[in-house]
């Protein structure tokens, strides 16, 4: 019997009964999927598997369902199934479809009353079918996949209350000095985030987890925080694993035992990042 990915409200409600921060660990594959799933296991501890539009061009909606589903039917912890950096309605649409409980549409990088006017329509479907959406208010500095987003637009706070109430999102991804990648330092600046919480209706999300202080992260629980998303980290994990192996011999060809070794190592930091992040 399959363990129910988690619907992402359920998921949202229990972490804010428990006080617990969500991790969003990005996926693109087989292997990453099993792992997050693993690394969440092993520590007991509630989270998202979450894969990109970009990423979706490997793999499809459905194939990412299927691929969570089987990852968690050994699963006794809550893990929902969310889409990330959503590029379009239709995007949204198709994940939602697929059985994705949880679903972020990225709109911050149009004008302020266009941003509004899609996350309402992503709004208006998901919660027909019970699906919490996530949407930006304010645009990371970096690059987020492949796409380049040269903006470097803080939140502000006083746009904050009136885009939630009139969007009905569920989650807001706020910029407060955080990046994508790990090619920039991020800076955050805490007081503002701070000074949003105050005047946000929903939690908060925060991007590019992997190159913040975990401190960081742990004193931004006090300011509304409830998710926050790690792709680097991961992805380094499991490249490294294959770039080791062929540095060592430049014959290797054992996918299988890599992919397996891939698993192993991606699992540990998820695990490792949960349990810290929690701490």
Do not use: W
Request: aromatic share 8%; glycine share 8%; hydrophobic share 40%.
């Amino acid at each position: 019997m399959k363990m129910k990915i988690v619907n992402g409200f359920d998921l949202m409600n229990f972490a804010q009964d428990n006080h617990y921060i969500l991790p969003a660990f990005n996926t693109t594959n087989l292997e990453m999927t099993y792992a997050i799933a693993k690394g969440l296991n092993q520590a007991g501890l509630p989270g998202y598997i979450q894969i990109s539009s970009n990423n979706l061009r490997l793999s499809s909606p459905d194939t990412i369902t299927y691929l969570t589903s089987d990852a968690l039917k050994d699963s006794d912890v809550p893990i929902g199934l969310h889409l990330d950096h959503g590029k379009s309605y239709e995007h949204v649409k198709a994940c939602v479809d697929a059985g994705f409980t949880s679903i972020m549409i990225d709109a911050s990088h149009l004008p302020f009353e266009e941003n509004i006017k899609e996350v309402k329509r992503a709004v208006q479907y998901c919660h027909f079918y019970g699906v919490p959406v996530e949407a930006e208010l304010g645009a990371l500095k970096g690059k987020e996949e492949d796409i380049v987003n040269e903006a470097d637009c803080k939140t502000d706070p006083g746009m904050v209350a009136d885009f939630v109430e009139r969007t009905g999102c569920d989650l807001l991804a706020v910029s407060v000095g955080n990046v994508h990648g790990l090619d920039l330092t991020p800076k955050v600046d805490l007081p503002l985030l701070d000074e949003i919480s105050k005047v946000s209706p929903v939690p908060l999300v925060m991007h590019g987890g992997s190159g913040i202080p975990f401190e960081t992260i742990q004193k931004a629980r006090e300011f509304h925080l409830l998710k926050v998303n790690y792709g680097s980290d991961l992805r380094k994990a499991f490249i490294s694993t294959f770039g080791e192996a062929y540095e060592q011999n430049h014959n290797e060809v054992n996918v299988i035992g890599l992919s397996l070794e891939s698993i192993e190592k991606v699992s540990k930091k998820a695990a490792e990042l949960v349990s810290i992040i929690n701490a």
